[in-house]
């Protein structure tokens, strides 16, 4: 398949709205449109050489690669995260993986400017959020839920209000950030540096105001991001949870046993906020909307997480301080959301805690 060709299905993909393009041998190109997959008719289907092809010219493009090294990449492939970029038609997040002897290809497309809170559905209360002069801002959710959006958007508010420098580490890069107020250092896993844990590190030394580390992966990572905030920078990062409570169950675990209590003391101390998110299915089917809960760390929050005994009663702070910290559950959102028409009853209850409990809270407005 020529580059030509492999173009032209990404401008189509744009142009339709769908989100997300995959290619894989013994089947067609296939597109996922407001969260459905989507094969395209009128195309053959593809062959382990098409996806070899169209991987080689995603890795020519994004890492330089050319001859031999080009060839031997695509022949080792087992997993990369990488960007393709097509002028004149946009830039795209990628995956390219084996599966079964044949190369695998995912692009996620990336809006091409910077998201506001007001675009996205978001809650004014994370202006406030990403203001925060320093400590642990972490947005969880599964994948496809919405969180780099999010990030691009805490950033960019930054960036257009707060004289300071950002450094980005991100795999791969996705947002393109442009100087305004602040200096804004953007650095690629793979292209730029080696690991999450490497360019943290090196970060701590480049002078940042504030830190985007793309993924909490391992226990190093979270360490060295801990220190970060404890040492005065605001530092944002993702996890791959639902929620604030299995957030801090999720960083906690990863620590040994006897540091755990240090870690619960630690995140007690330098958490601002946890920030999830869900997109699901508008009622007019026209695309999703975001739900998200919304955590700030209070002092009577900060008690719960300091202790596990305590750790279970998060929940409840959270609903209970919507009015005065601009706290939300996701069932509190979810309500505004059905009473808004935005979504459905059936989509509202299966995304509810306890679907049950929802609905018996409806019948009760």
Known sequence: MSAETFNAILKKALEIGASDVHVCAGGPFRMRIRGAMTPVAGLPNLTPSDTKAIAAEVLRQSRGLSGEQLTETVNQLRDLDCSYSVQGIGRFRVNLCSQRGSVSVVLRSIADQIPSFEALSLPPVLADIAMEERGLVLLTGTTGSGKSS?????????????????????????????????????????????????????????????????????????????KAAETGHLVFSTVHTTDAQRTIARLISVFEATEQQGTRLRLAESLKAVVSQRLLPRANGQGRVVAVEIMRNTATIADCIADAEKTGDIRDHVAQGKAQYGMQTFDQHLMELYAAETISLEVAKAAATSAADFERNVAFQ
């Open 150 to 226: 999010t990030l691009a958007a805490m950033v960019g508010y930054i960036n257009a209000n707060k004289a300071g420098k950002i450094i980005t580490i991100e795999d791969p890069i996705e947002f393109l950030h442009r100087d305004h107020k602040s200096n804004v250092v953007q650095r690629e896993i793979g292209a730029d540096t080696d690991s999450f844990e490497a360019a943290l590190r090196a970060a701590l030394r480049q002078d940042p105001d504030i830190i985007l580390v793309g993924e909490m992966r391992d226990r190093a990572t979270i360490d060295i991001a801990l």
